[in-house]
């Protein structure tokens, strides 16, 4: 073929291909593509204009990277290189810059292109060159990147001031994400730093919305987005979903024994899979460590090569790596993983790819389905459900089969293209404070107007409002992360410094505590000890087993040697939030005939089993269960929606539990609950965020806890609440929840007895105790009660003191001495008593999970039944009417006026005098916030 190449020699079907340099022309013919696809076609037009921000969505492995830059570098080749870095490529994953690395190394070192890599296992040398001399293209994490801002942050303009594109790759992964919103503030002090707006390239294979994949490529300015889709986003798949019945286990070991399903799927993966390459997905690495002993167990048992290895996050570098080569390689290998090779690492061509249980999303699947079948052959999956055997003790939850459904759920939506949406909701607000510190150490300083405008104005975090933004920074300095100097500067403050400092402060999600696991001199992984671990005991990791010699706390080391015997470990996550329209699916084939041609015959029984339970329990009609004196709820909704949904009734005084795709409410009737339901639907005008002020933990990501309270609640509310959706699924329920019980011998009808009890009066409670340990150690030793009509008017008082029967302690809050106690009654002998003046009321007491903690254990340990009808907290009284977090008592009535007899020691009844003297200043003043927090009171019985 002579050079250059006549237009009758060019790729057939190209039309773009003349426009890039000659010598990627020439890369392009050695590699034998017999033509360029639609969206590389179409991406080289746009990306060589130098001003327009692209995103290539197209399956994995149809060439997104090359569409990017087989424009990029002809661009480079025609420019003049007076130094800087040219391009940024940022991944997600170091593993996947590693092997992009390699593939554009193969591209761009024919061209006289550098390709350098920069993450956390790069050698400093190589890093020191970049540094030195800047140029060509760095591939690099959002971590790495933010700490170059920290760490050189005079130099970023310097070292980008050649800068023409940034490339995202795997975009998916970052939106909706903590690490998303991150990368989307770099991105923009980027071009603060080099003074002017760098085009953006987004690659993509599982876009769930394009308009929100705009949005968040260029926030602010996604409509001049272009989206290019490949045609033929995957081929056909070849997928089969194999069922599997097992007893539930009546012991911790019992899943060891041969027969269960795990042994059954692993010979099934043993004898199927073996000789091939395949990759074995799960959800939990705990999963993955107990399949591969087992497989590496039957290889040894039968005599033959061992073929099946673990890779997942807390695997050593060189574990993983030496897993990735074998991959590679020409031998046969199967791998089980997690997510670590979900995406684009090439990793040669897969004989097909497993996944065990349901997936974790119709995103997830698509991408884990995608590494099968790259040459022109149909993508193979074998995916592997488990159910428990039906017994007389099974739960109607495990009757329905709801892990199948969900897998034919998501095999159904897949087909459609359905991909879940990028999570838009979240405020973001720990990553904020995160760049807030990482703007102050770049520059040393900033002025919090110079910090609003890059961050919020000008930035990715637009949905922050000048007051909270002012809000956050006095939070950040009631926390020392930041101090202001009399000029008004802002710097980091003692807390922060540390922060800053520390290799962490990088990445926007918090490292749990880690331990490294070491056998002699080579470390194996790090294991996340969510118990305490003994030196004896034995753990399955990296495949093999090994027994614990030694821990150092101090070090955080386990040393461990081989062993015999073992058992996977627990490792520290959660499973991933199931999306509302994958649990609408299921209900879809729940109410169908139609049964998937890819269920082998014991998935097809399973499938028959839950539609033969859905429609005995009548869950087209009503959507509860009554199940001895509770109520099972089946919404069909989202994990979110469900937990606002549980969340809301708990604080409603109704407590309800998730369980799977149902949610439990104990003591309560089907009909009880639809009249409370219905209150709510109706007269409730709770939100969210008043939702969130009820959870006993509103810290979620890595920052939160430096958050004042309100923020804290706020950004709770906007990221793991959906009011919307839980005022929907209420409708619903209302609707098709029956309005009288019925009667399971008679068959008759009957109304529902009222679930909570109107009560009569407020009983303003306070307890003297020994310490803080209400279940453990500690009891009380002073009791109080001071009743009060629903009006405010007191209409008696009541306190007596109690023998704890162990010694007195914490004398200097209470000032009860020894003496005092002498002679008087143990707690049994005033319950009663007690129980009477607590009786039908409306039981209220400053920081009333402290009082009623002490109440329901010392109740617990007498034969006297407590029944709280509805409580009150006069603290979270306080702060929801003024909200400035105030804490003590003293501080409550003071701050409104009411002056107070209180001395230095705590005694019940001056302390429940106080009390009710809050109480009823608000029974005056705001008696709607007051009725508003009985209401949303928890109910207590024992």
């Known amino acids: 073929m002579s050079w250059p190449p006549s237009a009758s020699e060019a790729p057939p079907g190209s039309s773009q291909f003349f426009r890039l340099h000659q010598k990627v022309q020439r890369w392009i013919h050695r590699q034998g593509w017999p033509k360029l696809n639609d969206a590389q076609e179409q991406a080289i037009p746009l990306v060589l204009k130098g001003t327009e921000d692209v995103i290539v969505s197209a399956?994995?492995?149809?060439?997104?990277?090359?569409?990017?830059?087989?424009?990029?570098?002809?661009?480079?080749?025609?420019?003049?290189?007076?130094?800087?870095?040219?391009?940024?490529?940022?991944?997600?994953?170091?593993?996947?810059?590693?092997d992009q690395h390699r593939r554009l190394d193969e591209l761009c070192e024919e061209l006289d292109l550098p390709v350098h890599r920069w993450h956390g296992d790069v050698p400093g040398s190589a890093k020191a060159k970049v540094l030195n001399k800047p140029d060509g293209i760095l591939l690099i994490t959002p971590e790495s990147l933010e700490a170059m801002f920290v760490l050189r942050g005079m130099e970023i303009g310097w070292l980008l001031r050649a800068l023409r594109w940034v490339v995202i790759d795997e975009m998916h992964s970052f939106m909706g994400t903590e690490r998303g919103a991150q990368l989307q503030s770099l991105l923009h002090r980027v071009e603060l730093a080099t003074r002017r707006r760098i085009p953006r390239i987004g690659l993509s294979a599982t876009l769930g919305s394009m308009e929100s994949a705009r949005d968040y490529l260029r926030p602010g300015n996604g409509r001049n987005v272009h989206l290019l889709t490949a045609s033929h986003q995957s081929g056909d798949i070849s997928a089969i979903i194999r069922g599997y019945v097992h007893k539930a286990p009546t012991t911790e070991d019992e899943e060891s024994d041969e027969g269960t399903s795990v042994e059954r799927i692993c010979?099934?993966?043993?004898t199927t899979l073996r000789g091939g390459n395949n990759l074995v997905f799960f959800d939990r690495r705990g999963d993955v460590e107990l399949y591969a002993d087992r497989l590496r167990r039957r290889s040894e048992e039968r005599a033959v090569p061992n073929e099946f290895f673990p890779h997942h996050g807390s695997l050593a570098k060189d574990v993983r790596e030496h897993v990735e080569d074998l991959l590679k390689s020409n031998r046969p290998v199967t791998v089980m993983c997690t997510s670590t090779l979900e995406m684009g690492i090439d990793i040669g061509t897969l004989t097909s790819v497993a996944q065990v249980g349901a997936p974790p999303s119709v995103a997830s699947l698509r991408q884990r389905i995608g590494r099968s079948g790259r040459r022109g052959e149909p993508a193979v999956l074998r995916m592997y459900v488990t159910a428990q055997e039906i017994d007389a003790d099974i739960a109607p939850q495990d009757e329905l089969r709801a892990e199948l459904f969900q897998a034919v759920a998501m095999m159904s939506l897949l087909s459609e293209r359905w991909y879940e949406p990028a999570d838009t909701s979240s405020l973001h607000l720990s990553t904020l404070i995160q760049?807030?510190?990482?703007?102050?150490?770049?520059?040393?300083g900033a002025r919090p107007a110079e910090l609003f405008q890059a961050l919020c104005i000008s930035g990715s975090f637009a949905h922050v409002d000048e007051t909270t933004f002012a809000t956050l920074l006095r939070d950040l300095g009631q926390a020392e992360l930041v101090q202001q100097e009399p000029d008004g500067l802002l710097l980091l403050g003692r807390v922060g410094e540390r922060i800053v400092n520390h290799y962490s402060f990088y990445a926007v999600f918090a490292e749990k505590q880690e331990y490294r696991l070491v056998h002699g001199s080579r470390t194996l992984?790090?294991?996340?000890?969510?118990?305490?671990?003994?030196?004896?005991?034995?753990?399955?990791?990296?495949?093999?087993?090994?027994?614990?010699?030694?821990?150092?706390?101090?070090?955080?080391?386990?040393?461990?040697?081989?062993?015999?015997?073992?058992?996977?470990?627990?490792?520290?996550?959660?499973?991933?939030?199931?999306?509302?329209?994958?649990?609408?699916?299921?209900?879809?084939?729940?109410?169908?005939d139609d049964v998937p041609a890819y269920l082998d015959a014991t998935a097809q029984r399973l499938l028959d089993e839950g539609r033969a339970a859905y429609r005995r329990f009548d869950l087209t009609r009503n959507p509860a269960l009554a199940k001895g004196n509770d109520t099972i709820v089946f919404p069909w909704r989202g994990d979110r929606i469900l937990n606002t949904l549980t969340a809301w009734l708990t604080r409603a005084g109704v407590p309800a539990v998730r369980d799977g795709v149902a949610f439990t409410v104990p003591k309560c009737t089907p009909a009880q609950l639809r009249a409370v339901l219905q209150q709510l639907f109706l007269e409730d005008d709770t939100t969210a965020e008043d939702i969130a002020a009820a959870l006993p933990d509103t810290a979620v990501e890595k920052h939160d806890v430096h958050l004042g309270k309100p923020l804290r609640i706020r950004g709770y509310a906007a990221g793991c609440l959906?009011?919307?959706?839980?005022?929907?699924?209420?409708?619903d329920l209302v609707d098709r929840l029956p309005e009288h019980d019925v009667d399971v011998i008679t068959g008759i009808p009957f109304a529902p007895a009222p679930l909570v009890t109107t009560p009569t009066a407020y009983a303003v409670v306070d307890v003297e105790t020994t310490g803080f340990a209400a279940w453990g150690k500690d009891r009380v030793i002073e009791v109080a009660v001071i009743r009060v009509a629903l009006d405010g008017t007191v209409l008696g008082e009541w306190s007596a003191l109690v023998d704890p029967q162990r010694p007195l302690a914490a004398t200097e809050v209470h000032g009860i001495t020894e003496d005092d106690l002498a002679g008087a009654p143990v707690f049994a002998d005033v319950a009663p008593t007690l129980a009477a003046h607590l009786d039908g009321a409306v039981v209220v007491a400053h920081n009333a999970s402290f009082d009623l903690s002490f109440l329901n254990a010392e109740f617990a340990r007498t034969t006297t039944p407590l029944t709280l009808s509805a409580t009150l907290c006069t603290m979270k009284l306080d702060d929801h009417v003024h909200q400035v977090g105030r804490r003590k008592l003293h501080d409550c009535i003071t701050a409104i006026g009411i002056c107070t007899t209180q001395g230095t020691a705590h005694r019940a009844l001056s302390d429940a005098r106080a009390t009710a003297d809050l109480l009823r200043h608000y029974l005056t003043h705001t008696p709607h916030d007051v009725r508003k927090l009985v209401t949303a009171s928890e109910r207590s019985t024992s």
């Open 435 to 444: 760049q807030i510190m990482s703007v102050i150490a770049q520059h040393q």
């Open 59 to 98: 399956a994995t492995a149809s060439g997104k990277t090359e569409a990017a830059f087989l424009p990029i570098c002809s661009a480079l080749l025609d420019e003049v290189d007076d130094g800087g870095i040219r391009v940024l490529y940022v991944s997600p994953l170091k593993a996947l810059i590693n």
């Open 722 to 731: 959906d009011m919307a959706g839980a005022r929907s699924a209420l409708a």
């Open 267 to 270: 010979e099934h993966v043993f």
């Open 525 to 592: 992984g790090v294991l996340h000890v969510t118990t305490p671990t003994e030196v004896g005991s034995l753990v399955i990791f990296a495949g093999r087993r090994w027994k614990i010699v030694s821990v150092d706390d101090q070090a955080a080391l386990i040393q461990v040697e081989p062993s015999h015997g073992g058992r996977a470990p627990k490792f520290a996550g959660g499973r991933a939030e199931i999306h509302d329209e994958v649990r609408r699916r299921m209900r879809v084939w729940y109410e169908s």
